[in-house]
């Protein structure tokens, strides 16, 4: 089988290792890509948000299925292109990646399908939005309807700075938001995977999304993550799956628009029980690499069942029984203005150590020379028997690779390690604070 990945990040990089991985793989292709990606696949240099170019290559490199990674390309249609095209695609239609284009609409097909949510208002005046954020009470949440390349959502004590970045939203063309009442509580991801009628989950994990340690300074796109999560409550899988997922595939499938893909459930483990924070329509970052780095199941053949409607007849996943973590190592500056051009050392030597892989992000080879190319570069995953054991190995990882004013937490899955009995009652990144203006995406409460 050969495949095409769609994307350029770490997770993409993920999701090549574990296809090559993959006894039933003959090939990989990546478009566009990045140098770690580049060491497994064949990269292409091709426009990632670009459906017609993006289906051309498929079919001119005879793939037999095309996964696309990031958001934007799902909301621009690209797995739409290559479904046209007769190639399988693991990703949802452009319709279907309203889920997450679209807060507004994620929220509408939360209500209709009576998934646990936060009470919301989708509000298109600053009118509106005063009375909402009246209605609510702090701490104020405001997610920018539409993607906003994680700039669109501010947690916010402050009244005037919720006003102001609704105002910012609203100012653009077709502006809306989305006000809503403020979860409690740590947060947890799970991907269901979905062929548009049945669902598989795969395992939780937990993303750290501010830049410092102790979840100080302002949000990210993640700096890191670990699986499994001791502390989440028995049977939260099974909860999500039929009061969650299973309803969410149902009620897109009502509407004409079956989902299918990964439907990235974002839930906060709140005093009243587990609610949606938010729907991403495709696999997260960094939580892919450490649910990746569990799973025994060969991946190519499940994300074919999820793009040809065989999921029913998949058999059962196997998992590690072991735990993964994650590190983010992020350039100078990230994430206001991430550096670019530093030269990175160290990246093979610490892959080269025991249940340590190197993923690339934001990387570049200049004269052959790796160097940063992003805000966050690389992300170092360490695998063991334990969350303590595969922690240590993780940021001994970390610990061999240089990178001029790099950055990293060095607190990623520190309190789930603890013994049980050292557990604090709410061992989550950021549960329970209140972020300042300036949130984004990432911490979409
Ligand atoms: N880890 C957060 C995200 O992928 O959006």
């Keep these: ?23 039933a793989v003959t090939g990989l292709h990546a478009a566009p890509g990045n140098p770690g990606i580049g ?14 170019a993006v289906a051309a290559l498929a079919t001119r490199l005879g793939v037999d299925l095309v996964v696309v990674g990031p958001e934007a390309p799902l909301v621009a249609g690209v797995a739409d292109a290559v479904r046209a095209a007769g190639i399988a695609v693991f990703g949802p239609s452009a319709a279907a990646a309203q889920l997450e284009g679209s807060k507004a609409f994620a929220k509408e097909v939360m209500a209709a399908a009576g998934v646990p949510t936060a009470d919301s208002r989708t509000c298109t005046t600053i009118e509106q939005v005063a009375a909402a954020l ?54 947890v991801s799970l991907f269901v995977l979905s062929d548009g009628t049945d669902v598989v989950p795969l395992v939780p994990a937990q993303d750290f ?36 997922a299973k309803p969410t595939i149902a009620e897109m499938a009502r509407r004409g628009t079956p989902f299918s893909g990964v439907l990235y459930c974002g839930l906060a483990m709140t005093s009243r029980g587990m609610r949606v924070v938010e729907f991403n329509a495709r ?60 030269r990175l050392t160290g990246v093979a030597q610490a892959g080269a150590l025991p249940g340590v892989h190197v993923l690339h992000a934001g990387t570049a080879l200049r004269d052959d020379v790796l160097v940063s190319a992003g805000g966050r570069v690389l992300t170092v995953v360490g695998t063991g028997p334990t969350l303590s054991a595969a922690r240590a190995t993780a940021y001994a990882g970390v610990d061999r690779i240089g990178l001029d004013g790099g950055q990293h937490r060095s607190d990623i899955a520190a309190r789930a390690a ?16 209140v972020p300042d203006a300036g949130a984004d995406r990432a911490d979409a409460r």
């Design 209 to 244: 999304k501010r830049i410092f340690d102790g979840d100080a300074g302002p949000n990210t796109g993640g700096m890191g993550a670990y699986s499994p999560l001791p502390w989440a409550p028995d049977g939260l899988v099974d909860e999500v799956v039929e009061t969650v």
């Design 283 to 342: 696999f997260g970052d960094p939580e892919t690499q450490v649910v990746l780095a569990r799973l025994r199941t060969p991946l190519a053949g499940l994300l074919v069942a999820c793009a040809t409607g065989s999921l029913s007849t998949f058999g059962p996943l196997t998992w590690d029984d072991g735990a993964a973590v994650t590190v983010v190592i992020a350039s100078a500056g990230y994430p206001a203005r991430a550096r670019s051009g530093d």
């Design 39 to 52: 060491e497994l696949a064949t990269l292409h240099q091709v426009d990632p948000l670009d459906p017609v």
């Design 418 to 433: 603890q013994p049980a009995e050292d557990q604090p009652v709410d061992p989550g990144p950021s549960g329970g604070d």
């Design 1 to 23: 089988m050969e495949i095409l990945v769609v994307g350029t990040g770490a997770r993409e990089h993920a999701l090549v290792r574990a296809l090559a991985a993959d006894p």
């Design 134 to 187: 009246a209605e609510f009470g702090a701490p104020h949440v405001v997610k920018e309807d539409g993607l906003a390349a994680g700039k669109g959502v501010v947690v916010t004590d402050d009244t005037d700075a919720a006003l102001d970045h609704a105002r910012a939203c609203l100012a653009r063309p077709g502006g809306s938001v989305v006000v809503e009442d403020y979860l409690d509580g740590p947060e």
